[in-house]
């Protein structure tokens, strides 16, 4: 219910009307906000690429690809098993890769620990000593380029 300036000082009513204002102001503000947040939480992720494998590297128990999301961040996922290690699994295209080389502890299917590379040219490689036989989840790789 809007304030009235009925039998008020002039004072009262111009503090009324500024109050007023204000109001329609963070009002606004609000409906902004939550429009914002609608359309973040309404927001889908782009789908991922499928990896193309080189070097006798196959497919896991699911496919191995990657995305980059709207931070900036590569996300790699699926597994990779039967393959040459310490060479390159697969590459990333350009616009994909990090700045430096990164190295991340993946897990094969008998839960021993591997390294997996990815360079600045995009290769993405697997270093153990370990069989791969099992294949080498690659989820948790996740880089800023």
């Known amino acids: 219910m809007p ?4 039998n008020m000082p ?8 500024a109050l007023q204002a204000q109001i329609a102001v963070e009002r606004g503000r609000v409906t902004s906000a939550n429009t914002s947040i609608s ?9 991922f690429t499928n990896a193309t494998l080189t070097n006798a590297w ?3 128990l699911s496919a191995p690809g990657y995305f980059k999301d709207e931070f900036g961040i590569v996300h790699l996922r699926g597994a990779i098993k039967s393959g040459t290690t310490s060479v390159a699994a697969f590459v990333l295209p350009s616009g994909n890769r990090p700045a430096v080389t990164c190295v991340f502890p993946v897990i094969d299917g ?3 620990v591997a390294q997996c590379s990815v360079d600045t040219a ?3 490689v697997i270093w153990t000593t370990t069989t791969n036989a099992n294949g080498f989840n690659l989820a948790p790789v996740q880089f800023k380029v």
């Open 3 to 6: 304030l009235t300036h009925m």
């Open 10 to 17: 002039a004072q009262d009513s111009d503090i009324i009307e």
């Open 39 to 47: 359309e973040k939480a309404a927001k889908t992720q782009p789908s």
């Open 58 to 60: 196959v497919a896991g």
């Open 110 to 112: 008998a839960n021993l």
């Open 122 to 124: 995009g290769n993405v």
